[in-house]
């Protein structure tokens, strides 16, 4: 964990909402003594995050923080972390999802890879610039040098995009499986997964462990830790970017409110999503689009704009349908529908139109 990128910001995620101004996690290495705790500017490898004010300790393991499983994050109705998104056949998974494009331009494991890869998920359309797109959507307001936080971050692929102009960010995910596999590729700096593996059972079409270098976009400015918004360790953001995540919140209400607290007045707030709600994850009553929230019937695009607004976000792009004649509603620097491919295994990949929008933090509106 690098402490000299994030040591002064590095709080209790429990005192941070009940102090104004809790003191920083002091770092305590696998010795028992306080006096040894190496300084708030080095590596912290392995040890303990101790809070000075409610005496409580947060683990570390292999430069990881661990914060999650607090009281008040329990018991959800999206508990993805101990469900089978943390298993490891679904991280590797979504390892060929997002380095599919520096998977794609290697050769020796395309030689593999083609066997198993019945539906062209390599072949057409190697393409990947659903990540790049979005860190460039952030950066067109929030300057360069930015604290920012990737939650719901996988494995990693959007952190490291974002941590080509921000000074450091912070990847979260509630999964310590996806969390762990993120920390491996930053420190190896390349990927590993078995050719035509299943998302479900685990099983691969081939014998093959492919090893793929992934340097080229790999950046070390970026810290993982397993936490979900209800638990996150750190001061506010200047800007916090969430994938493909908010039609899996159960309560999008009140996600988008803890967000707010969590992030500068004037910061950025950029979400994505590709609308596919689900009863699995999210009581129909709250789906975005059928009056959830006291919203309007309409789009789920309108319907999250009116939302954000109210709960402190300012939609940059404006926040009604675009007049006709005008701009795309879908196509300019603040609002745009991103294509995201996914992989599920050898027989299946999907095609996603992701609806991307920026915001702003604002006292009020």
């Known amino acids: 964990m690098r402490l000299d990128l994030i040591g002064s910001d590095l709080v209790c995620p429990v005192c941070v909402n009940d102090a104004p101004n809790p003191p920083p996690l002091e770092a305590v290495p696998y010795t028992g003594k306080i006096e040894v705790a190496p300084e ?88 990947n610039m659903y990540y790049r797109s979005m860190a460039e959507m952030l950066f067109t307001k929030l300057p360069p040098g930015a604290t920012v936080l990737d939650l719901g971050c996988s494995v ?44 479900v059972s685990g099983k691969y079409a081939g014998d093959a462990e492919i090893v793929v270098d992934v340097s080229s976009v790999v950046r070390n400015n970026v810290v993982f830790v397993v936490a979900d918004e209800q638990c996150l360790p750190f001061r506010l953001f200047d800007g916090i ?3 493909a995540l908010i039609e899996r919140v159960p309560n999008l209400e009140a996600f988008l409110r803890t967000l707010r607290h969590r992030i500068h007045d004037g910061g950025l707030l950029l979400l994505s999503s590709p609308f596919d709600q689900d009863e699995r994850f999210v009581d129909r009553s709250n789906w975005l689009g059928y009056g959830a929230y006291g919203t309007e019937l309409g789009t789920a695009e309108e319907s999250l704009r009116r939302l954000a607004q109210r709960l402190g976000f300012r939609p940059i792009g404006g926040i009604g349908s675009v007049v006709e004649g005008g701009p ?14 996914t992989y599920n295994d050898r027989r299946k990949h999907m095609v996603w139109s992701v609806h991307a929008e920026l915001f702003e933090a604002c006292d009020s509106l």
């Open 40 to 127: 708030m500017t080095s590596t912290f490898e392995a040890g303990v995050l101790h809070c000075l004010r409610c005496k409580r300790n947060f683990c570390v393991e292999d430069g990881v923080g661990f914060f999650s499983g607090l009281p008040h994050s329990a018991g959800r109705k999206d508990d993805f972390g101990r469900g089978r998104y943390n298993s490891e056949a679904y991280a590797r998974a979504y390892i060929q999802t997002h380095f599919r494009d520096v998977i794609a331009d290697d050769k020796a494991a395309r030689t593999h890879l083609d066997l198993h890869d019945a539906t062209g998920f390599y072949s057409s359309s190697a393409n």
């Open 156 to 199: 990693g692929r959007l952190s490291h995009e974002l941590a080509r102009r921000a000074r450091v960010v912070v990847g979260a995910d509630s999964s310590e499986t996806h969390i762990r596999v993120a920390k491996t590729i930053q420190r190896h700096r390349c990927v590993s997964f078995r050719a035509g593996e299943a998302t």
């Open 241 to 243: 970017v969430c994938s």
């Open 328 to 341: 795309s509603p879908h196509n300019d620097a603040y609002r745009r529908d991103l294509r995201w491919v």
